[in-house]
């Protein structure tokens, strides 16, 4: 018995998630749930949102504005390197010897925070005023 994998769950959502990848889509659904997972840990979170709201940092940089050490930072670097929420960058700094090691936010990474994670943060606001029941419109009163 074949399963019709055009039925749809209450409207506009298919039975299997995978199927609301476009079909072109350069990542599967597994990609997308380990991002949101990696950016799931606090201290990865709080990489990714200085990356996307201050732009690209060295290690150093990070380490001093999060208060990690050194090999902590570079373990959870790592992580979001590996989902493809941040990109490590090597240049050479003018007047300086060797390569310099720069982060920043990948476009994925961005879209993670800012449409993902910040949304929610920000709508808790219009939602407590929505549901507060400490404070009632004048027309009950």
Not at 11 to 22: A, C, R
Not at 89 to 100: A, C, P, S, V
Request: proline content about 4%; charged content about 30%; glycine content about 8%.
């Amino acid at each position: 018995m074949a399963i019709d994998q055009t039925s749809t769950i209450g409207g506009d959502f298919p039975d299997d998630p995978e199927d609301l990848l476009p079909t072109d889509s350069i990542l599967c659904l597994d990609e997308y749930l380990e991002m949101h997972a990696a950016v799931g840990h606090r201290t990865r979170y709080e990489i990714c949102y200085r990356l996307v709201h201050g732009g690209e940092m060295s290690p150093k940089e990070l380490e001093e504005v999060i208060s990690i050490d050194d090999s902590t930072l570079h373990y959870h670097l790592n992580k979001l390197v590996d989902v493809g929420l941040i990109e490590k960058r090597q240049r050479t700094e003018r007047g300086q010897d060797g390569l310099y090691t720069y982060y920043r936010a990948t476009v994925f990474g961005e879209v993670t925070l800012s449409e993902g994670i910040d949304e929610l943060i920000r709508g808790e606001q219009a939602f407590e005023e929505m549901y507060d029941s400490s404070t009632t419109p004048e027309s009950e009163s």
